[in-house]
């Protein structure tokens, strides 16, 4: 299990057990990790490479098959990076928790300093190439990807009455530690005139070290109530 992966399972640690859909399941390691904590969890997938439990097979770019909240959690562990509509996913899984429910996702952090830096070399982010070699004897073997920001979960989630509660990280990148003291002046200098809230509250949120420095993030979202 990657290190991100596992700091997932940990983060589940500080949440009461509950059903989680696991959306993007693979081979089933972090279900089983959470089942072995006292949680029930559907696994969905395009494909049952591990599935040991419960399991639903599934395409996450069509709607999802389940009744609107049936579910405490909803888990999307690496899997938003290769899923073409990021609105419709979001509705899907806001739609998906009882209200007071949360949604956790984890997903590269594109936003890093060292990736922003990559970006302005390069055009696009690391590991998101528009195309790769995997192997030197097949020549270019061409990669779809389509990678998320913190910026773009915060706008979705306020569309879909999903508030941002926790964002964490599996460890700190060193070369983004580096520039992160200037990243972070650029985005504190922009609070000496904001009077807004909500925008000075996010603003702090984008200036954190976890959203500048992490490698990978852990992001829960917690869904609004009807009233």
């Given at each position: 299990?990657?290190?991100?992966?596992?700091?997932?399972?940990?983060?589940?640690?500080?949440?009461?057990?509950?059903?989680?859909?696991?959306?993007?399941?693979?081979?089933?390691e972090l279900a089983t990790k959470l089942?072995?904590?006292?949680?029930?969890?559907?696994?969905?997938?395009?494909?049952?490479?591990?599935?040991?439990?419960?399991?639903?097979?599934?395409?996450?770019?069509?709607?999802?098959?389940?009744?609107?909240?049936?579910?405490?959690?909803?888990?999307?562990?690496?899997?938003?990076?290769?899923?073409?509509?990021?609105?419709?996913?979001?509705?899907?899984?806001?739609?998906?928790?009882?209200?007071?429910?949360?949604?956790?996702?984890?997903?590269?952090?594109?936003?890093?300093?060292?990736?922003?830096?990559?970006?302005?070399?390069?055009?696009?982010?690391?590991?998101?190439?528009?195309v790769r070699t995997v192997d030197g004897?097949?020549?270019?073997?061409?990669?779809?990807?389509?990678?998320?920001?913190?910026?773009?979960?915060?706008?979705?989630?306020?569309?879909?009455?999903?508030?941002?509660?926790?964002?964490?990280?599996?460890?700190?990148?060193?070369?983004?530690?580096?520039?992160?003291?200037?990243?972070?002046?650029?985005?504190?200098?922009?609070?000496?005139?904001?009077?807004?809230?909500?925008?000075?509250?996010?603003?702090?949120?984008?200036?954190?070290?976890?959203?500048?420095?992490?490698?990978?993030?852990?992001?829960?979202?917690?869904?609004?109530?009807?009233?």
């Amino acid at each position: 299990m990657k290190r991100h992966q596992a700091d997932t399972i940990r983060f589940f640690d500080r949440l009461r057990p509950g059903r989680v859909l696991d959306a993007g399941s693979g081979t089933d390691e972090l279900a089983t990790k959470l089942r072995a904590k006292g949680f029930e969890v559907f696994s969905l997938d395009l494909y049952s490479i591990g599935a040991r439990g419960r399991f639903v097979k599934a395409d996450l770019n069509q709607p999802l098959p389940f009744t609107p909240a049936s579910f405490d959690y909803v888990l999307c562990s690496e899997s938003m990076q290769y899923l073409e509509n990021h609105a419709s996913l979001m509705r899907e899984f806001a739609a998906a928790v009882k209200p007071g429910g949360s949604v956790v996702i984890s997903t590269p952090n594109i936003l890093n300093g060292a990736s922003r830096l990559y970006f302005l070399q390069r055009g696009y982010f690391p590991f998101f190439k528009p195309v790769r070699t995997v192997d030197g004897a097949k020549g270019w073997d061409a990669v779809v990807y389509h990678p998320i920001s913190l910026v773009d979960i915060i706008a979705l989630g306020i569309k879909n009455r999903l508030a941002i509660k926790e964002v964490a990280t599996s460890h700190m990148k060193g070369a983004a530690l580096i520039i992160y003291p200037f990243l972070k002046g650029l985005y504190l200098a922009g609070l000496i005139f904001e009077k807004d809230r909500a925008k000075a509250a996010y603003i702090k949120l984008l200036a954190s070290k976890e959203a500048l420095a992490g490698d990978h993030l852990i992001i829960r979202l917690e869904r609004g109530t009807d009233d």
